[in-house]
Nanobody, 119 residues
Framework: QVQLVESGGGLGQAGGSLRLSCAAS????????LGWYRQAPGKQRELVAA???????DYADSVKGRFTISRDNARNTVNLQMNSLKPEDTAVYYC?????????????WGQGTQVTVSS
């Protein structure tokens, strides 16, 4: 069974930092691209950051320079370090697994973790 569990969400302050983690089980973790997506109320779900099996990264323009995605294959985790938080970062953040770096999202999603950034 494939399972993705996000953690680390909560209330942050503008200009502050939060760190999200996603723990995966039921897959051969090291061969997959991992992505963080977010969805705000009334908005489309969007890609925030992705990291390939080889460590290549991709970021949305809105977060580049502020967020960092990383993976730990030994622990089957993918992390999102969020610095210089802005109120517009408020959303539910989801972890996703896919086979290709340049592909769209795969079939497996976590349940999401709420991030709220206050002014």
């Amino acid at each position: 069974q494939v399972q993705l569990v996000e953690s680390g969400g909560g209330l942050g302050q503008a200009g502050g930092s939060l760190r999200l983690s996603c723990a995966a089980s039921g897959i051969t973790f090291s061969i997959y691209t991992l992505g963080w997506y977010r969805q705000a109320p009334g908005k489309q779900r969007e890609l925030v950051a992705a990291i390939s099996s080889g460590g290549s990264t991709d970021y949305a323009d809105s977060v580049k320079g502020r967020f960092t995605i990383s993976r730990d294959n030994a622990r089957n985790t993918v992390n999102l370090q969020m610095n210089s938080l802005k109120p517009e970062d408020t959303a539910v953040y989801y972890c996703n697994v896919r086979r290709g770096f340049h592909s769209g999202p795969g079939a497996y999603w976590g349940q999401g973790t709420q991030v709220t950034v206050s002014s």
